[in-house]
């Protein structure tokens, strides 16, 4: 089956370390995606990337960074500048940027 | 930038009985709405999309209206039944073509489905 993987689905660490979040794609999609999502809030997007090596900010990337080096991974990885890392990620796909997204089942990131 | 209101952030409906979600979007130049469907401990699955030169699509039980004047789109289920209790998102895109990377999502309604 064809589809977005994250893992691992629950990540504890503590406060001041940086921690990388996996998202492995195996539709071929050229377009990829990070998403947060906060209790009663909606995804907010945090960045994407529409070709391998080359990725663009979103609407909150502060205290996070990512890498696009093979067109089925974008690895994210939140670092301790970031302030409340404590949060659901979601990782997404498109076959282009004008096609509709496609959703892993999330990881969600507990720092304490 | 766009900014997307969505109600009730809770909807309790009677299994059979039918729900509507609204939302409201501030840039007059979104053209792509998509509603996406959130099943606890799950990501967020597409389940209807409309652009601006529809007023309406419909498949099968659920259907999406869309008022570009009063910049406003619903979704509509009708005969509702215990799978369809989930979190749902309505969406809006800000850039011109509907890019995925313009979206603007709205907070969510959790829609219960009581037996």
């Known amino acids: 089956d064809g589809g977005i993987t994250q893992s691992p689905k629950y990540l504890f660490r503590k406060e001041g370390q940086n921690v990388t979040l996996s998202c492995e794609q195996n539709l071929n999609h050229d377009a990829m995606y990070w998403y947060r999502q906060d209790p009663g809030q909606g995804l907010r997007l945090i960045y994407y990337s529409h070709i391998v090596n080359d990725f663009q900010k979103g609407d909150i990337a502060e205290g996070y960074s990512v890498s696009r080096e093979k067109k089925e991974s974008f690895p994210l990885t939140v670092t301790s500048a970031q302030k409340n890392p404590t949060a659901f990620y979601h990782c997404a796909s498109s076959d282009r940027g004008n096609s509709p997204l496609h959703f892993g089942n999330g990881t969600r990131l507990t720092v304490t | 930038g766009e900014n997307v209101e969505q109600h009730p952030s809770t909807l309790s409906v009677q299994e059979g009985d039918s729900a509507v979600i609204k939302c409201t979007y501030s840039?007059?130049?979104?053209?792509?709405f998509p509603w996406y469907k959130q099943e606890l401990g799950k990501g967020p699955q597409l389940i209807i999309d409309?652009?601006?030169?529809?007023g309406e699509k419909k498949d099968q039980r659920i259907a999406v209206t869309l008022n570009k004047t009063a910049k406003h789109f619903s979704l509509h289920i009708t005969e509702t039944q215990p799978e369809d209790s989930a979190v749902y998102f309505c969406?809006?895109?800000?850039?011109?073509?509907?890019?995925?990377?313009?979206?603007?999502f709205g907070k969510g309604t959790h829609l219960i489905i009581q037996p």
């Open positions: 840039d007059s130049a979104s053209n792509y």
């Open positions: 969406a809006a895109s800000r850039k011109s073509g509907g890019g995925a990377d313009g979206l603007t």
């Open positions: 409309i652009r601006s030169n529809v």
